[in-house]
């Protein structure tokens, strides 16, 4: 197993009710799995959001928590939800009507990595798929909704933002002729996720940094949006995916030239989003 379900990094002093989560760029490759896989220690990582917590590390700074995986996602990802059991891979499972994720592989223990590639010779036991969700994705959800609740009962909001990168070649089919290519996708399915103006003021951060940014398409939100976004309760949950070739070296895996730059630009566009939360903090003390 992985050393532990997630890193968290706490603000000194709490002044915002945003949250930001990294539940993909977990990099702790257990010896055993690494062993038991088919791949390599390069293309095994291939479905990671390499480095996407070093460009939201500062969020502690601007008074918001920021969560990060300690698991990679090739071994669980954390965001699916638990029951998201590929019958393909886990013994004992039978398949539940269609969830397209799963039948492509990519269920809460995934079966492949980027370009379909598998993972495993063959199926596992069900009880280990049952002991990676006990041992990492339950107490990973545990602490995000614990975070979430706090923030609520603080400032009488709670802004999700979930962090991940997304590959170059991802967004090819999605655009249409003459459109510039987003560097950012903010994912709030459709609406469903998050108050229309929050959205708005978090797309207007990253375009006045100079980054061309679309909404939804081709990314709107898996699991964690759905499942943690309630604006009608204010609780929101915003996606963010960020074009890999900005800041990282694909084929390498590895930051490039770009990334203190863009890790630099970043963090102010971090200061406007977790000022978002302050908004609210006289309301809740009242």
């Known amino acids: ?42 293309t095994i990582r291939t479905s990671e959001d390499a480095y996407v917590d070093r460009l939201f590390d500062c969020a502690p700074q601007f008074g918001a928590p920021l969560l990060r995986a300690g698991a990679p996602r090739a071994f669980i990802d954390l965001n699916r939800a638990s029951d998201e059991l590929d019958p393909a891979l886990i013994d004992g499972v039978r398949r ?78 999605s655009l249409r002729s003459g459109m510039p290519r987003p560097e950012i996708v903010i994912g709030d399915r459709f609406g469903a996720s998050a108050a229309p103006e929050i959205v708005e003021r978090i797309e207007a951060a990253f375009a006045a940094a100079g980054l061309v940014v679309a909404r939804n398409t081709p990314f709107a939100g898996a699991f964690t949006t759905q499942h943690y976004g309630r604006p009608s309760r204010r609780q929101h949950a915003v996606q963010v995916e960020i074009d890999r070739s900005v800041y990282m070296d694909e084929a390498a895996i590895r930051p490039n030239a770009n990334f203190h730059a863009f890790r630099r630009l970043l ?20």
Request: net charge positive; hydrophobic share 40%.
């Open 1 to 42: 197993m992985p050393k532990t379900a997630y890193h968290l990094h706490e603000p000194d002093v709490a002044t915002s009710c945003v949250v930001f989560a990294s539940p993909h760029s977990g990099r702790d490759y257990p010896w055993s799995f690494l062993r038991g896989t088919v791949l390599d220690e390069r």
């Open 96 to 173: 539940a009507g269609h969830n397209p994720r799963v039948a492509s592989g990519l269920g809460v223990i995934p079966r492949v990595v980027a370009n379909g590639r598998a993972i495993y010779r063959g199926k596992m036991p069900r009880t280990e798929a049952e002991r990676r969700i006990a041992s990492i994705w339950v107490p990973y959800h545990t602490q995000l909704q614990r975070l979430l609740t706090r923030a609520h009962s603080r400032f009488g909001e709670a802004i999700l933002i979930d962090c991940h990168s997304m590959p170059h070649e991802a967004i090819e089919s």
């Open 267 to 286: 963090r102010g566009v971090i200061a406007e989003i977790a000022a978002l939360g302050h908004r609210d903090i006289h309301l809740a003390a009242e």
